[in-house]
C-alpha cells in the first residue's frame, strides 16, 4: 500500500509531528511506501526527507498528483488556526476523486480554538 502523510515535519523531539515520524517509520518497516507532505514551518525548504509546498496551488495538485497515483492520505490537522480545517477539507475531497475516504486525525492536547472538547458532539 502507499501512504501520504499529511501535516507538519520534522518533527521537535516530541509533539504530533513526532507521530508523523512514527507512522513513517512504522509503515515502512512494514514494507509500504509512505511520503511525507510538510506543512510546518520549513513547508517551502526542499528536502528528500518530505515533499515540500511552495503555495496553495501547489499543495493542490501535489494532492491530486499522489491521489491518482493511489496513495491513501493521512490528514493530521490541529485546529488552533483557520488553515488547518481548510487544508483537511480539500485534501479529504481531492482523496474521493478515487471514491475512498482519508483519514483525519486531530492532533493537538490543549483546548483548541476550533474544536474545544465541550463542542465534541457538535464536530461529529
Avoid at 517551502?44 to 491513501?72: A, E, P
Wanted: aromatic share 14%; hydrophobic share 40%.
Amino acid at each position: 500500500m502507499k501512504f501520504f502523510e499529511i501535516g507538519p515535519y520534522p518533527p521537535p523531539n516530541s509533539g504530533w509531528s513526532g507521530r508523523i515520524k512514527f507512522l513513517k517509520n512504522s509503515f515502512i518497516s512494514k514494507g509500504h511506501n509512505c511520503r511525507i507532505l510538510n506543512l510546518g514551518k520549513f513547508r517551502k525548504v526542499k528536502n528528500r526527507r518530505y515533499m515540500d509546498v511552495q503555495n496553495g496551488l501547489d499543495y493542490i495538485l501535489k494532492l491530486i498528483f499522489f491521489r491518482l497515483k493511489s496513495y491513501h492520505f493521512h490528514i493530521h490537522m490541529n485546529a488552533q488556526a483557520v488553515k488547518g480545517p481548510i487544508l483537511s477539507l480539500a485534501a479529504l475531497i481531492i482523496s474521493l476523486l478515487k471514491f475512498e475516504r482519508a483519514v483525519i486525525k486531530l492532533n493537538g492536547g490543549v483546548k483548541q480554538l476550533y474544536f474545544p472538547r465541550e463542542n465534541g458532539q457538535k464536530m461529529y
